[in-house]
């Protein structure tokens, strides 16, 4: 309430000090002096001074309007009315004088012009004014008798007690001044000194995260972004200088194998050596990347032409080939590359990088562990390579895919010992189109179940009539994907089959490969157990280019290994090979194994072989793969 009061009605902000200690001192002042004032106007009625009472009177009034105007003013409005104070005082004064010859009963008044004064003026004027005012007052009481003392106490009580309100204003609003510019600098200091940390905690956060949008985050290579950013920045220079620049597309062979035979922590380690051998077989010059995965991508700018890629190319192929040694395992990893050339196969540098990946996958299908430069029939195949994968699934409504069988063969007797199915796709526009091509995109798309099945009954079928005929095809093997093996069903659709069919278990063999049994060990042994129960026997297909380890062959229910292909072409003339093959062999003997070895294609081979102890052949040299009426004539021979 009295707050409200002396600040004339104004509510003021935190940072309005100043106005608000102006406003109270003003409205005080006013309100002290109408006070004295009408007290001294009363006095001089009682000493019958009534034109000095009337003024003195008119004095108190004038303080209430003026504290009534604070009042009505806008906020910060107090200066006119300074004005108005300061020039009415003066006028007052003066005319005082006048009426009452000289005799300084105007005391007061002099409070009346210290106060606008100083808020117009500021502490200092006002402050010297008042002390001024008061040794006048006293020199004149002392000179002029006629002045009553009495009168010119009541002038001083006000004038003194100006000078104190004044002075205990400033000293308050200095004392907040400082504590306000002491905070201000505290606050200031703290500001400043969580900008700093700040803005070192952002710039590290901002190069930490710079680094990982442009790196990969296991080799610490170039990442894929900043490999785009490097082709295009690159690609925009060699449109001005006209010289050719080259991708090389790496990607690792087989490198799944490793990761399922062995776990992702070795892989990685794979993926880090194979990042260094590029690192040192490559040139300063050059940019390598790594696009995630077993993906490696090298933008070569400088070269004379097109034998220094070729070269470079072969001399990374063989880097990659050293054996790699990781806890006492030996790894071996091939890699297929392809390579586009700028601007020559294109000038556009989006497609750059896409014609090396088509022209690497090229190289995989050249049988790996080469490089292939782009030419443009590859996009058609890239092409053709999605149609494929959508029209398979109607070949397999429509019937496109047909069985072969190629004939396994004991080479002592010469006698047929079982049967492989392999599958073709009899395609309208095509032909015949190899397994090798739709198998991985079958295995891809998950049609590989549908597939896998489908040969597994038109097989059993004809293997159910050849033995009805009186024929002795021996066993049907069966190729099985992995994830048919992940199948919970799949037990249960190879019973009902056998039933449908009229197939003996003991007639079927499933053949498997090393890395699709260690992709998921422990649900493979627990699948090829309960086929075992059923009398089926079990082959390891393409044995020897997995890792699978010697103490898990033991715990495998396994009648059969098939030494790859990859093995037998170069032997005997590759000790390596050779000895791969006889170590095998050893291998399946000790296991207490059938053995087998397939792609023979001639007889030193086939001879070989025999010396070693592997009387078991599949292969060209016997019979190629063929459809079932071909077959049937061979059983009829026998
Ligand atoms: P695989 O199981 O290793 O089959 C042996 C492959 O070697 C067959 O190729 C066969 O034609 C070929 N081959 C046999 N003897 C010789 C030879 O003396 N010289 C040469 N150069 N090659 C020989 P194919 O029929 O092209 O099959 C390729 C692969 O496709 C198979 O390799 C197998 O992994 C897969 N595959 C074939 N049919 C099926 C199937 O019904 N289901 C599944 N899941 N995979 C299949
Ligand atoms: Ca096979
Ligand atoms: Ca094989």
């Not at 040794?135 to 004149?140: D, Q, S, T």
């Not at 062995?262 to 050596?273: L, Q, T």
């Not at 030996?330 to 022209?359: E, N, R, W």
Request: hydrophobic share 40%.
């Amino acid at each position: 309430m009295l707050e409200n009061l002396l600040s004339s009605g104004f509510s003021f902000r935190e940072d309005e000090y100043e106005l608000k200690t102006k406003y109270i001192l003003f409205n005080s002042m006013l309100a002290i002096l109408g006070v004295t004032l009408g007290f001294m106007g009363t006095l001089r009625m009682l000493t019958h001074y009534y034109t000095q009472g009337i003024i003195d009177y008119g004095a108190t009034l004038l303080s209430i309007l003026f504290i009534l105007f604070l009042r009505k003013f806008g906020k910060g409005h107090y200066v006119p009315l300074a004005y108005a104070m300061a020039i009415s005082s003066v006028g007052v004064i003066v005319y005082s004088y006048y009426i009452s010859n000289g005799i300084l009963n105007i005391n007061a008044w002099f409070t009346a012009l210290v106060i606008p004064i100083f808020l117009i003026l500021g502490y200092r004027v006002a402050m010297y004014m008042a002390v001024s005012f008061m040794v006048v007052i006293a020199l004149f009481n002392i000179s002029l008798t006629e002045t009553d003392t009495l009168n010119t106490l009541y002038g001083y009580v006000p004038l003194f007690l100006s000078v104190l309100f004044l002075h205990i204003y400033e000293i308050r609003f200095q004392q907040f001044a400082k504590l306000l510019t002491d905070a201000n600098t505290n606050l200031e200091k703290k500001v400043k000194e969580k900008t700093l940390e700040r803005t070192e905690v952002l710039e590290k956060q901002k190069n930490a995260l710079r680094y990982q949008a442009h790196h990969d985050y296991l080799t610490g290579l170039p990442n894929r972004v900043w490999f785009q950013k490097k082709v295009k920045e690159i690609t925009a220079k060699s449109n001005i200088s006209r010289n050719s620049t080259a991708i090389l597309f790496i990607d690792l062979d087989n490198f799944k194998n490793i990761n399922d035979s062995f776990g992702h922590d070795i892989g990685d380690k794979v993926i880090n050596i194979t990042a260094s051998r590029i690192k040192g077989c490559i040139r300063g010059d050059d940019f390598l990347a790594r696009f995630g995965g077993d993906e490696f991508v090298i933008l070569i700018d400088k070269f004379e032409g097109k034998n220094d890629i070729e070269s470079a190319a072969s001399h990374i192929i063989s880097c990659i080939s050293a054996p790699i040694e990781i806890e006492r395992k030996s790894m071996f990893v091939s890699c297929s590359i392809g390579v586009s050339l700028y601007p020559d196969d294109t000038v556009s540098h989006q497609d750059f990088i896409k014609y090396a990946d088509t022209a690497m996958y090229k190289a995989k299908e050249r049988g790996r562990n080469n490089y292939q430069f782009y030419s443009t029939d590859m996009t058609e195949l890239a092409f053709e390579k999605i149609l494929m994968e959508t029209s398979m699934r109607f070949a397999l409504e429509k019937e496109e895919f047909v069985v072969h069988y190629q004939p396994q063969i004991d080479c002592i007797t010469e006698q047929i010992i079982g049967i492989e199915a392999l599958v073709r796709w009899d395609h309208e526009s095509m032909g015949l189109i190899s397994p090798q091509t739709f198998i991985p995109l079958a295995e891809e798309s998950g049609l590989i179940i549908a597939l896998d099945q489908w040969v597994m009954k038109t097989g059993m079928t004809q293997l159910k009539t050849w033995y009805d005929k009186g024929y002795n095809p021996g066993r049907l093997s069966l190729n099985l994907s992995a994830k048919q093996l992940q199948e919970k069903t799949f037990v249960s659709t190879v019973k009902s089959m056998l039933k449908e069919t009229g197939c003996e278990a003991e007639w079927i063999e499933f053949e498997v490969t090393e890395s699709n049994i260690m992709h998921n060990i422990q649900e493979a042994i627990n699948t090829l157990n309960a086929i075992r129960d059923l009398g089926i026997h079990v082959a390891i297909d393409d044995f020897g280019t997995g890792y699978s380890s010697l103490s898990y062959l033991k715990k495998l229910p396994v009648n059969k290994l098939k030494i790859d292909r990859s093995f037998i072409i170069d032997i005997p003339e590759n000790k390596e090979d050779a000895a791969i093959t006889n170590a095998i062999i050893a291998i399946a003997d000790s296991l207490n194994l059938t053995v087998i070895a397939e792609g023979v294609e001639t007889k030193r081979q086939k001879n070989y072989l025999l010396e070693n102890g592997c009387n078991y052949i599949q292969g060209y040299l016997y019979y190629r793969p063929m459809p079932a009426d071909q077959i049937e004539r061979v059983l009829q021979k026998i």
